[in-house]
């Protein structure tokens, strides 16, 4: 249940969605599995797998969690199954299967082999602060946390959401942050980062579970480097690496958090107790990211 990649957006301060109303509406558009001849599904899933229960709700803060299934079959299997019917029926008729038969030939071989299809399973779970403005998807891209917003969106009809976004551009303040050594707040520099050149053609620069020195650093940064990742741990609690994108990675919850967790839910349930610390957690990190990074943008 710990998150360990965050896609960070922006709630309008107008959004006043109640826990039932919302688990009312994801009622309607709930998971259901691939039909026979589907290759995906998705829908809404009780996010700690309790039935009925779409929406988690602990002190204001919302748990949802969005299920996909995906068939697996891969268009070069349907093409080699439908390459040996048209040899087939090359034989019976005495020529060639032309275009439109083709198609049909692999239409009716797709259709065929879709019902015995692998299928693969995800879950992708969203963050809901009501009170901070914040709504965070566990997704490790772009993709995936659009996936989870159109499907919210197209849940309750409106979702006024926007990206955060800060008045420091995230790859100028990590490059000012290792020329410096050192960055504002509770956060401190840990051992990998990448800069690169501007530009696709330009080069890169990669340091995994190396000291970064500031001497050795400001060397590129003075070629016109800039930073594009950069390792941090904030409060001595959670360690990830942040993006120019302002996408946050490799989250780890380090264990000091993880043995309050297990405190907290010693004799109870485990699940409220991740979740209350996380919730409170994740608030504090993206508030002091924010603020590090030059507050908000309007």
Not at 43 to 50: A, H, I, K, Q, Y
Not at 96 to 105: F, L, M, T, Y
Not at 260 to 277: H, L, S, V
Request: with cysteine; charged share 25%; net charge negative.
């Amino acid at each position: 249940m710990w998150f360990r990649n965050l896609q960070v957006f922006r709630l309008a301060s107008g959004w006043s969605a109640t826990p039932e109303g919302l688990a009312e509406s994801l009622a309607r558009t709930g998971f259901k599995p691939c039909s026979a001849l589907q290759r995906q599904a998705q829908g809404w899933v009780p996010p700690r797998g309790n039935p009925g229960e779409l929406v988690y709700v602990q002190a204001q803060q919302m748990m949802l969690a969005l299920g996909v299934e995906q068939k697996i079959l891969p268009v070069s299997v349907i093409r080699q199954y439908a390459q040996e019917r048209a040899r087939e029926l090359e034989e019976v008729q005495g020529y060639k299967p032309g275009r439109a038969q083709q198609r049909e030939i692999f239409d009716a071989v797709e259709a065929e082999l879709l019902p015995r299809a692998f299928v693969k399973r995800r879950l992708t779970y969203v963050w809901i602060d009501p009170v901070g403005g914040w709504l965070v998807v566990d997704a490790a891209s772009s993709g995936k946390a659009d996936e989870v917003i159109e499907q919210l969106k197209e849940t309750l009809g409106e979702l006024p959401l926007t990206l955060l976004k800060t008045l420091q551009a995230p790859g100028t303040a990590m490059t000012t942050w290792l020329s410096l050594g050192e960055v504002p707040g509770s956060f401190t520099i840990d051992q990998d980062c990448e800069l690169r050149s501007p530009g696709d053609a330009g080069g890169s620069v990669r340091y995994t579970r190396h000291p970064l020195e500031a001497a050795e650093l400001n060397q590129h940064i003075g070629r016109g480097k800039v930073a594009g990742k950069l390792a941090l741990t904030w409060n001595d609690r959670i360690s990830f690496v942040l993006t120019e994108q302002l996408q946050i990675k490799r989250l780890a919850f380090l264990d000091v958090l993880k043995e309050q967790a297990e405190q907290a839910g010693e004799g109870g349930d485990m699940f409220e107790a991740d979740f209350a610390i996380m919730a409170g957690e994740l608030r504090g990190l993206l508030n002091s990211l924010t603020e590090a990074l030059g507050g908000e943008a309007e």
